[in-house]
C-alpha cells in the first residue's frame, strides 16, 4: 500500500528581516495542513453500504473434494480485513473464495489460501471513490487511482486468481469483451459456474438473504 506523507521543511537559521515572511510562510503551512486534513476526512468520508446496495456477501469453498457455498454477514461487504479474516478462518482445501456484490455495479473477489496468500480482484476499478471496501482492495493491490497506470474504469487485481479452479484469465478478460454491460452479480455467477460451484453459489445467496430478512 502507498502511502503519501507530506514533507515538513525548516530553517536552522532565522533572520530578523525573515520573521514577517517566516510567518506568512507559517500561515501557509497551516493551511496547507488544514487541507491536508480535509483530505484525510474526504478519504474517511466514503459511506459503508447500505443493506440494500448489497447484493450479497458470500464465500465459496472445496471440501474434501465437494463444493460449498455459505452466506456470510452483511457487515463483511463493508470491512476488507475482517472479510480476510473471516475467509482465513474457513477450512477449504485450495483455499476460500469470498464475493461481494455491491448495487449490481461491482464485484469484489477475495481468496484466501492460508495466512499469508492473499489475492484480490475488483470488476470495475471506477467505484473507488463510492465504497469503502472497493477503495481498500484497491489500496490492497498496490494501485493509485490517479496514475496513468491504472485504467479509470473496468477490472483490476489478480485476474489468475481463479484459474486452478477452472477459469482462466483469458476467460476472465473474455468475460468483460463480450458483454460490456455485465452486472457484477452476472461476473460473480460466471466465475461460480467456470468453477462447478454454480448450485452452492445459488444457495449460498438465497441463504444470504433469508439471513439479512431474518435479521430485520
Known amino acids: 500500500m502507498t502511502v503519501w506523507d ?66 456470510l454477514e452483511p457487515d463483511l461487504a463493508n470491512d476488507f480485513e475482517e472479510l480476510i479474516a473471516y475467509l482465513q478462518r474457513i477450512p477449504g482445501d485450495a483455499g ?11 464485484l469484489i473477489a477475495v481468496r484466501v489460501r492460508g495466512p499469508r496468500h492473499v489475492q484480490v480482484f475488483v470488476s ?14 484497491v489500496e490492497f493491490l498496490g494501485l493509485d487511482p490517479d496514475s496513468s497506470d491504472v485504467p479509470e474504469e473496468g477490472p483490476v487485481g489478480d485476474m489468475d486468481m481463479f484459474a486452478d479452479q477452472g477459469v482462466s484469465e483469458m476467460d476472465l478478460e473474455a468475460m468483460f469483451m463480450d458483454a460490456e454491460d455485465l452486472s457484477s452479480e452476472d461476473v460473480a455467477e460466471k466465475i461460480a459456474q467456470g468453477m462447478r460451484c454454480g448450485t452452492v453459489f445459488h444457495k449460498a445467496i438465497d441463504d444470504y438473504w433469508d439471513v439479512d430478512e431474518d435479521d430485520e
Do not use: H
Open 124 to 137: 470495475d476499478v471506477y467505484y473507488v471513490d463510492t465504497w469503502p471496501i472497493v477503495r481498500d482492495a
Open 6 to 71: 507530506p514533507d515538513d521543511l525548516t530553517d536552522d537559521v532565522v533572520k530578523d528581516e525573515d520573521l514577517d515572511s517566516e510567518d506568512d510562510a507559517d500561515d501557509l503551512d497551516d493551511a496547507d495542513d488544514a487541507d491536508d486534513g480535509d483530505d484525510e476526512d474526504f478519504d474517511e468520508d466514503l459511506e459503508d453500504a447500505e443493506d440494500d446496495e448489497i447484493d450479497f456477501c458470500v464465500a465459496l469453498y472445496r471440501e474434501d473434494g465437494v463444493p460449498t457455498g455459505v452466506a
Open 96 to 106: 476460500a473464495l469470498g464475493l461481494v456484490s455491491l448495487d449490481s455495479d461491482v
